[in-house]
C-alpha cells in the first residue's frame, strides 16, 4: 500500500516515470528485499518510515539516489554476491534445463508427425505406351518415348512434351548440368550404371574411415527429382545420330542382356573415365579407387592384412609383407590415400593391435616421374616429399611398374648416381593402383563412329562442347570422357582467310594494323576462349610478332603469332573442378537457348549455329589444386603455393566442405570429422573395416 | 565525481551499505541513464542540483524510493521495454555466441590435439616362441603357447602367466562374458572368424537404413582390450579335451589351410548357430540375416528391384514380381524385416521412385504355425496380425515351404474351411529365410566326439553350464549353441537314492515329512534352478502328490511330483537374452574361483566340483520379449501384454538403447534415429543401397 502511494505520487511527475519505471527484475529484486529485511526490526522500521517523509515530497534527489544506489538486499556484500551468483546460475540453469526439454519434446512431436499410419495408394495413370513401348529404330527394339513416372501427378505430366534431354553417367559434369538447368525448359533422363553422385576427391579419406562413405554418396534419383527428371539404372551402349536415340541396356541376374532405344533432343555425355593400365600385366592383383565398392574393397583387404599378421600361423617374413602398402602413381589419389593410410596406421590402429605390427608396417608410393604431385608446383612437391620422408612413407621416384605377381611389384628405377636401369620387387599385402585416366568403352565406340574424332584418349568437342562429327546442337560431351579442341593452329589458315575476305583482301596480301590486329584478337578470344590469358598484352605481341617492323602484320607474322600460342595451350586436366565447371556451363547454355526457343520459331530459325549465337564458348578457370599429405596439406593456387601443418588441413577441409554436394552431406562431413576427433577412426572405422 | 561522494556517504551506514551497494548491471544502466539524460538541459540541470541537496542527508528516505523506483532512462516507458528487450536480446545473444564460439575454438584445439605428428615405433620384445612356435599335440602342428602381442608393455606382461581362458566366437555370449570378468584373473584369448560384435535385435532396421549397420556393430578388439586380452580372426575347428588344445584355422587368399593349436585351461564355446533349413531345397535363392553382410546384400537386393522395375523393358507381370517381397518365417526377426521394409516403401521409397511402383509392391509373411509371434502372447500375436491387416502385409498362416525356386516359393496351405491342403506359389523379387536356428559344423563335430552328447540341436551343459562329458571346469558352452540339461527326470533316482542313503534309509522305504519334504526341495533348486518356478507352494504339493494322506511321501510319489515339474520346464529359448545371462554368470563364477584359487591351492584340492562348490547353477530370468510391428511395437513381459503405436516404438527402442553395448553405439543409435527424423530413411538409406 505504501509502496503504491509512492509510486503513484511518482507518476505524477513524467519525468520520473520515465526514469524510475521499476523493471521486473528490479520488482522480483525488490520482493526478495522485502522479504529478506523483515526478519530485521530495524529495516523494517525503516522502511516504514520511510514513505512518511518521501510520499508527499517526490525530490529529484530520490531520483538521483535511486539511480546511484539501488539495492538488493543481502546481509553482507560478501554473501550478497555469492546469493546472487547462486540465483542466476539457477536461473540460468532452470532456462538451459527447460529449453533443452522442449527441443527434445518438440522433436519426439516433430519425429511422431513423420510417420505414415496408413499404407498409401495413388490412382495413377500410366500411359499404355510405357509399358508396352512400340519398337523401331535400326535395331527394331523398344522406344522408350514414355517413361512409367511421366504421369506422376500434375508437375510432370507438364515436362511430357518439353524437348528431351538425356543425360549420360551421374558423376561431376552430370551433377552439375543437373544442379544448375533450370527445371522448366527440358524432359531430362539420366542414365547410369550407378544410381548415386560420388564426391571423388574425399574417396581417399573415406577409404581409411576418417569419412563415412556415406557421407561422400548422394543419390542420384534426389538430384534428378528436382528437375522433375527420370533415372534409368541402365549401361548406354551406343548412339545413333541419325534417328537420336541413345541403346540403351539391362543385364538381368540370370545373365539375359535386354536392349532399348531412349530418344533424345540433347544428348549429353559424361561417361567418365576408366583406369589407365599403362599395358601392365597382373592387374587382377591390385585395387583400384574409382567407386564405393572399391573403397570398401580396400578397407578389408587392409584389415585382414592386419588380422592374418596377427596369427600364430602367419611367419616373420609373411607378416612384412602383408604390411607393406604399395601404392603405384604419386598423383594426388595416390598421395592422398598414401597419407591417409599412415595416419590411419600411425594415430589408430597401434591403438588396438599388437605393437609388433607398428613395427613392420611400411607405406611405400612408386612414382614414375621424379616427383610425386608432379603436376603441382615444384616446391609444394618437394614439401610432400619432405613430409613423407619424415613419416617414413617411402617415396619412389622414376619408378616404372613393369609388372604385378600376386604378392609383389616387380618395377625398374634408374639409379641416381649412374643412371642405370636397374630391376627392383616390393612385396605387399595391398596394391593401389592409381595412375591416370583412360576411355571408356562406350567413348571408344561412339568415337570410332565419328570420322572427326582423332584423339585417342577422349572424345573431343569444340569450345561449345559439341561432339565433333555429330549434327550441331544435338550432341555434347563433358568432364573425363572428354577433351575440348584447342588446336587453333589447324583453324588458323581457315581463320585467317576469313578474316582477309572480311577486309576484302588477298590472304596472302593481309596487313593488319594495330587497330585491326585489336579486333582479330577479340575474335579469336571468342572463338578460343582459353587463348584468354595469352593475348593480355596486345601491343607487346604485336612488337614482337612484327619481325619487319612494319607496323602491321602479314599474313605469316599472324599465323605464326597464333601458332605460338596454341602451343602454349595444354589439353585440360581430368579434374573434377573442369567436369564441374562444363556442366555449369551446358546447364547455363541449355537455359538460355531455351529461353531464346521462342524467338527464333518466330523468325523460323531451326538450323545454323544457335550455340554460338546465344551463349560463349567454354572457357576453363583454374581455381587451384590442393592434396592432403598427412596431417598437411598443400595448396597450389594459380601461382600461389602454400603448404603446412594442421590449420592447412583444416583449410583443405573447409573448400571440400563447401563444394560438397549438399547440405545433407555437409551436415554428415562435419559430423564425421567431429567424430574422428572424439572416437578416432578406429571407432567409426574398424566396424566396416570388419564386415 | 558528485557521484562518488553521494557512493561514500552510503558506505558510512553499514546497513545502507549492504542494501545499496549498486549491482554492475544496474551501473551499466546508470550510465546509460546519465548519457541520454545528459541531452535535457533540465534533467542536466536536476542531476546537477541533488547532489547539494541528497549528499549531506543520506536519510532512509533514498533507500527506500530506490528500491521501489529504480530506473533505466529512456524518454517513454514503451520505448524503454524496447530499449530494454533490445539490450537483454543483445546480450543474450552476445553470451549464446560466445560460447558457441568457444566450444568451436575448445573443441578445434582438442581436435588439433588428437593428430600425431611423428610416426610412432616402439622397441618390443616379442618373444621368440610367439614367432616360432614348438610343434605338439596329437597332429603334430605349431602350438600357440605366447602369442605376438603377450610382451606388449608391462600390463600385457602381468597377464602372459595366468590361467588361460579361451573364447570361441563373438556373440552376445561371449560378450557380455568378456564385459564381466575380471581382467586381472585370466590370460583371455578369442577366436572368431568376425572381428565384430553385431547387436543383431536391430540388425531387420539397420537393413532397410533406418539405422546405420555401424551402430550396431563394436570391434572385438575394443572389447578384449579391457580385459587386456588377444583375438584371432580364424576358426576353430575342433578340440583336443585331453591335451587342452583347440585346433584353429585360417584360410590363406590362395585357398591353403593352416593350422594350429591353442593351449586352454577353460575353454569358453560360444560359436552361435546357423540358420534352419528345415529341409527345404533351393535355399541358394534366398538371403539370410545373420551378419553384416547379409544385411547390406539385402539392401542392395530391394533397391535393385525397384531400379529395375522402372525400366522400360521390365513387363508388368515382371515387375510385380519384382516388386513382390516374401519373408519365410512369422517369429519376431521375419515380423520385424516385414514391417521395417514395409515402413520403408511406405514413408521412403514412394518421395523418389515412380508412383506406380509403389501399388504393385506387396509384402507377404509365410508362417507354418496358426499364428505370427506364436512364442508371444495370443493377443500380441492377434494385434500384430491386425496391424499388418491394415497395412497390407499379407500374412500367409498354416504354409509350409515345400521348394523355392528362383523367383518363386512354392508352398503348401490349409485351407481354413475343408482343411484341404493346396499348393501355392508366390513370385517374389527378394525372398528372406528367418525361421529359427540350427547347430553350426564346429559344435556338431564337438557333439560327435562326446558320447554324453544326445540332442541333436544343440551342446548339453549341465546346470553349471560344463559341457557334458568332458572334464569338470574345463569347457563350458552358453548362447545359441549351447543347452543346459533340464532333464531332472533322469537324474531324479540317482538323487532320490543319494538323498535316501542320507537319510540312512533304503530308498524303496523312504518317507518324507515336510519338514524333510522343504530340504529336499531346496536341494532341487539349488541344482536345477529352472524349477525354482515351479516349487513354489511346497504345502500344496506335498498334499497334491500325498496320494495316500499317509502325511509323508515315499519314493515313487516324490519321484512322480519331480517327474510332473520335469514336464513343465521347456529348453532356454535361443535368444540374445540368453545368451546374455549366461555369459555373465560365467563371468561372475569365473571371478569367484579365481578368487578362491588361492584358498584352495593352500587346502591342496584341486580335483572336484570346484564351480558348484564356489557358485550356484546357472538360472534363467525371463524378462519378456518386445518386437517391432511398423509404428507400433509388441511387449510380451512374463505375462503383461501390451502393445499399441508410437509411444510404444519410443520404448522398444529405449529398451534396445539401453541394452546397447557401448556409449560410441548408443550415440549412434540416437543419432540415427534423430536422422530419420530429419532426412527420412530414404536420404540416409540410397547411398548404400546404391552400392
Given at each position: 500500500?505504501?509502496r503504491?502511494?509512492?509510486?503513484?505520487?511518482?507518476?505524477?511527475?513524467?519525468?520520473?516515470?520515465?526514469?524510475?519505471?521499476?523493471?521486473?527484475?528490479?520488482?522480483?529484486?525488490?520482493k526478495?528485499?522485502?522479504?529478506?529485511?523483515?526478519?530485521?526490526?530495524?529495516?523494517?522500521?525503516?522502511?516504514?518510515?520511510?514513505?512518511?517523509?518521501?510520499?508527499?515530497?517526490?525530490?529529484?534527489?530520490?531520483?538521483?539516489?535511486?539511480?546511484?544506489?539501488?539495492?538488493?538486499?543481502?546481509?553482507?556484500?560478501?554473501?550478497s554476491?555469492?546469493?546472487?551468483?547462486v540465483?542466476k546460475?539457477?536461473?540460468f540453469?532452470?532456462?538451459?534445463?527447460?529449453?533443452?526439454?522442449?527441443?527434445?519434446?518438440?522433436?519426439?512431436?516433430y519425429?511422431a508427425?513423420?510417420?505414415?499410419?496408413?499404407?498409401?495408394?495413388?490412382?495413377?495413370?500410366v500411359?499404355?505406351?510405357?509399358?508396352?513401348?512400340r519398337?523401331?529404330g535400326?535395331?527394331?527394339?523398344?522406344?522408350?518415348?514414355?517413361?512409367v513416372?511421366?504421369?506422376?501427378?500434375?508437375?510432370?505430366?507438364?515436362?511430357?512434351?518439353?524437348?528431351?534431354?538425356?543425360?549420360?553417367?551421374?558423376?561431376w559434369?552430370?551433377?552439375?548440368?543437373?544442379?544448375?538447368?533450370?527445371?522448366?525448359?527440358?524432359?531430362?533422363?539420366?542414365?547410369?550404371?550407378?544410381?548415386?553422385f560420388?564426391?571423388?576427391?574425399?574417396?581417399?579419406?573415406?577409404?581409411?574411415?576418417?569419412?563415412?562413405?556415406?557421407?561422400?554418396?548422394?543419390?542420384?534419383?534426389?538430384i534428378?527429382?528436382?528437375?522433375?527428371g527420370?533415372?534409368?539404372?541402365?549401361?548406354?551402349?551406343?548412339?545413333?545420330?541419325?534417328?537420336?536415340?541413345?541403346?540403351?541396356?539391362?543385364?538381368?541376374?540370370?545373365?539375359?542382356?535386354?536392349?532399348?532405344?531412349l530418344?533424345?533432343?540433347?544428348l549429353?555425355?559424361?561417361?567418365?573415365?576408366?583406369?589407365?593400365?599403362?599395358?601392365?600385366?597382373?592387374?587382377?592383383?591390385?585395387?583400384?579407387?574409382?567407386?564405393?565398392?572399391?573403397?570398401?574393397?580396400?578397407?578389408?583387404?587392409?584389415?585382414?592384412?592386419?588380422?592374418?599378421?596377427c596369427?600364430?600361423?602367419?611367419?616373420?617374413?609373411?607378416?612384412?609383407?602383408?604390411?607393406?602398402?604399395?601404392?603405384?602413381g604419386?598423383?594426388p589419389?595416390?598421395?592422398?590415400?598414401?597419407?591417409?593410410?599412415?595416419?590411419?596406421?600411425?594415430?589408430?590402429?597401434?591403438?588396438?593391435?599388437?605393437?609388433?605390427?607398428?613395427?613392420?608396417?611400411?607405406?611405400h608410393?612408386?612414382?614414375?616421374?621424379?616427383?610425386?604431385?608432379?603436376?603441382?608446383?615444384e616446391?609444394l612437391?618437394?614439401?610432400?616429399?619432405?613430409?613423407?620422408?619424415?613419416?617414413?612413407?617411402?617415396?619412389?621416384?622414376?619408378?616404372?611398374?613393369?609388372?604385378?605377381?600376386?604378392?609383389?611389384?616387380?618395377?625398374t628405377?634408374?639409379?641416381?648416381?649412374?643412371?642405370?636401369?636397374?630391376?627392383?620387387?616390393?612385396?605387399?599385402?595391398?596394391?593401389?593402383?592409381?595412375?591416370?585416366?583412360?576411355?571408356?568403352?562406350?567413348?571408344?565406340?561412339?568415337?570410332?563412329?565419328?570420322?572427326?574424332?582423332?584423339?585417342?584418349?577422349a572424345?573431343?568437342?569444340?569450345?561449345?562442347?559439341r561432339?565433333?562429327?555429330?549434327p550441331?546442337?544435338?550432341?555434347?560431351?563433358?568432364?573425363?570422357?572428354?577433351?575440348v579442341?584447342?588446336?587453333?593452329?589447324?583453324?588458323?589458315?581457315?581463320?585467317?582467310?576469313?578474316?582477309?575476305w572480311?577486309?576484302?583482301?588477298?590472304?596472302?596480301?593481309?596487313?593488319?594494323d594495330f587497330?585491326?590486329?585489336?579486333?582479330?584478337?577479340?575474335?579469336?578470344?571468342?572463338?578460343?576462349?582459353q587463348?584468354?590469358?595469352?593475348?593480355?598484352?596486345?601491343?607487346?605481341?604485336?612488337?614482337?610478332?612484327?619481325?619487319?617492323?612494319?607496323?602491321?602484320?602479314?599474313f605469316d607474322?599472324?599465323k605464326?603469332?597464333?601458332?605460338?600460342?596454341?602451343?602454349?595451350?595444354?589439353?585440360?586436366?581430368?579434374?573434377?573442378?573442369?567436369?564441374?565447371?562444363?556442366?555449369?556451363?551446358?546447364?547455363r547454355?541449355?537455359?538460355?537457348?531455351?529461353?531464346?526457343?521462342?524467338?527464333?520459331?518466330?523468325?523460323?530459325?531451326?538450323?545454323?549455329?544457335?550455340?554460338?549465337?546465344?551463349y560463349?564458348?567454354?572457357?576453363?578457370?583454374?581455381?587451384?589444386?590442393?592434396?592432403?599429405i598427412g596431417?598437411?596439406?598443400?595448396?597450389d593456387?594459380?601461382g600461389?603455393s602454400?603448404?603446412?601443418?594442421?590449420i592447412f588441413?583444416?583449410?583443405?577441409?573447409?573448400?571440400y566442405?563447401?563444394q560438397?554436394?549438399?547440405?545433407?552431406?555437409?551436415?554428415?562431413l562435419?559430423?564425421?570429422?567431429?567424430?574422428?576427433?572424439?572416437?578416432?577412426?578406429?571407432?567409426?572405422?574398424?566396424?566396416?573395416?570388419?564386415?
Amino acid at each position: 500500500m505504501l509502496r503504491q502511494r509512492v509510486l503513484s505520487s511518482f507518476h505524477t511527475n513524467p519525468l520520473t516515470r520515465q526514469i524510475f519505471k521499476p523493471s521486473p527484475l528490479l520488482r522480483t529484486l525488490q520482493k526478495l528485499n522485502t522479504r529478506r529485511a523483515s526478519p530485521s526490526p530495524l529495516s523494517n522500521a525503516s522502511l516504514r518510515t520511510i514513505p512518511a517523509r518521501s510520499s508527499p515530497l517526490p525530490t529529484p534527489h530520490s531520483r538521483a539516489s535511486a539511480t546511484i544506489a539501488p539495492s538488493n538486499g543481502s546481509k553482507t556484500p560478501k554473501r550478497s554476491k555469492v546469493v546472487r551468483f547462486v540465483y542466476k546460475a539457477s536461473a540460468f540453469c532452470g532456462f538451459a534445463g527447460l529449453t533443452a526439454t522442449g527441443l527434445v519434446v518438440a522433436f519426439f512431436i516433430y519425429d511422431a508427425s513423420t510417420y505414415k499410419e496408413e499404407a498409401e495408394k495413388y490412382d495413377i495413370g500410366v500411359s499404355e505406351l510405357a509399358l508396352n513401348p512400340r519398337r523401331g529404330g535400326p535395331k527394331n527394339l523398344p522406344i522408350a518415348e514414355v517413361l512409367v513416372d511421366d504421369e506422376d501427378g500434375e508437375e510432370m505430366l507438364k515436362q511430357r512434351d518439353k524437348p528431351r534431354l538425356v543425360v549420360l553417367g551421374c558423376g561431376w559434369g552430370s551433377v552439375s548440368l543437373l544442379k544448375n538447368i533450370n527445371p522448366d525448359n527440358y524432359h531430362i533422363t539420366v542414365v547410369s550404371p550407378s544410381n548415386y553422385f560420388l564426391y571423388t576427391p574425399l574417396l581417399p579419406s573415406a577409404t581409411v574411415g576418417t569419412l563415412e562413405l556415406r557421407s561422400l554418396v548422394e543419390p542420384i534419383r534426389r538430384i534428378t527429382s528436382r528437375v522433375k527428371g527420370h533415372f534409368l539404372k541402365a549401361n548406354a551402349e551406343g548412339v545413333d545420330f541419325s534417328a537420336k536415340l541413345v541403346e540403351v541396356s539391362q543385364t538381368l541376374p540370370s545373365g539375359e542382356v535386354r536392349r532399348f532405344y531412349l530418344p533424345y533432343d540433347k544428348l549429353v555425355i559424361g561417361v567418365g573415365s576408366k583406369t589407365r593400365t599403362h599395358g601392365v600385366e597382373g592387374l587382377e592383383n591390385v585395387e583400384f579407387l574409382k567407386n564405393v565398392a572399391d573403397a570398401r574393397k580396400i578397407r578389408s583387404k587392409v584389415i585382414e592384412c592386419f588380422e592374418r599378421a596377427c596369427l600364430p600361423s602367419t611367419t616373420d617374413e609373411e607378416r612384412r609383407k602383408l604390411l607393406s602398402f604399395v601404392i603405384c602413381g604419386g598423383g594426388p589419389t595416390g598421395v592422398e590415400f598414401a597419407a591417409e593410410l599412415f595416419d590411419m596406421l600411425n594415430e589408430d590402429l597401434t591403438l588396438v593391435y599388437p605393437k609388433i605390427l607398428r613395427n613392420e608396417v611400411s607405406v611405400h608410393v612408386v612414382q614414375s616421374r621424379s616427383h610425386i604431385l608432379n603436376t603441382y608446383d615444384e616446391a609444394l612437391s618437394r614439401y610432400a616429399e619432405e613430409r613423407f620422408a619424415r613419416d617414413q612413407v617411402d617415396v619412389l621416384t622414376n619408378a616404372r611398374v613393369s609388372r604385378i605377381e600376386n604378392d609383389r611389384v616387380i618395377f625398374t628405377q634408374k639409379e641416381k648416381g649412374s643412371g642405370k636401369v636397374i630391376t627392383k620387387e616390393l612385396p605387399f599385402g595391398m596394391c593401389l593402383w592409381s595412375t591416370g585416366v583412360a576411355q571408356t568403352d562406350f567413348a571408344e565406340h561412339i568415337a570410332s563412329q565419328l570420322e572427326l574424332q582423332r584423339n585417342k584418349h577422349a572424345l573431343e568437342t569444340d569450345s561449345h562442347l559439341r561432339l565433333l562429327g555429330t549434327p550441331l546442337g544435338d550432341v555434347y560431351a563433358i568432364g573425363d570422357c572428354s577433351t575440348v579442341q584447342n588446336n587453333i593452329a589447324s583453324h588458323i589458315t581457315h581463320f585467317l582467310r576469313q578474316i582477309a575476305w572480311e577486309k576484302g583482301a588477298d590472304p596472302e596480301k593481309l596487313a593488319l594494323d594495330f587497330g585491326m590486329w585489336r579486333n582479330v584478337a577479340t575474335r579469336v578470344r571468342k572463338k578460343f576462349p582459353q587463348a584468354t590469358d595469352h593475348l593480355r598484352r596486345l601491343d607487346r605481341l604485336f612488337e614482337q610478332y612484327d619481325v619487319d617492323k612494319s607496323g602491321t602484320l602479314d599474313f605469316d607474322e599472324l599465323k605464326e603469332l597464333l601458332s605460338q600460342i596454341d602451343s602454349k595451350l595444354t589439353s585440360l586436366p581430368a579434374t573434377a573442378q573442369r567436369a564441374h565447371q562444363q556442366g555449369q556451363y551446358l546447364a547455363r547454355k541449355f537455359n538460355k537457348l531455351a529461353q531464346a526457343a521462342p524467338g527464333l520459331a518466330v523468325n523460323n530459325v531451326t538450323d545454323g549455329d544457335l550455340d554460338e549465337a546465344v551463349y560463349k564458348g567454354f572457357e576453363y578457370k583454374h581455381f587451384g589444386s590442393l592434396a592432403y599429405i598427412g596431417n598437411a596439406a598443400v595448396f597450389d593456387l594459380n601461382g600461389l603455393s602454400i603448404g603446412g601443418g594442421l590449420i592447412f588441413v583444416y583449410l583443405w577441409r573447409s573448400v571440400y566442405f563447401a563444394q560438397s554436394v549438399s547440405l545433407r552431406t555437409r551436415m554428415l562431413l562435419a559430423m564425421d570429422w567431429g567424430k574422428r576427433a572424439l572416437f578416432g577412426r578406429g571407432e567409426i572405422k574398424f566396424p566396416f573395416l570388419c564386415v
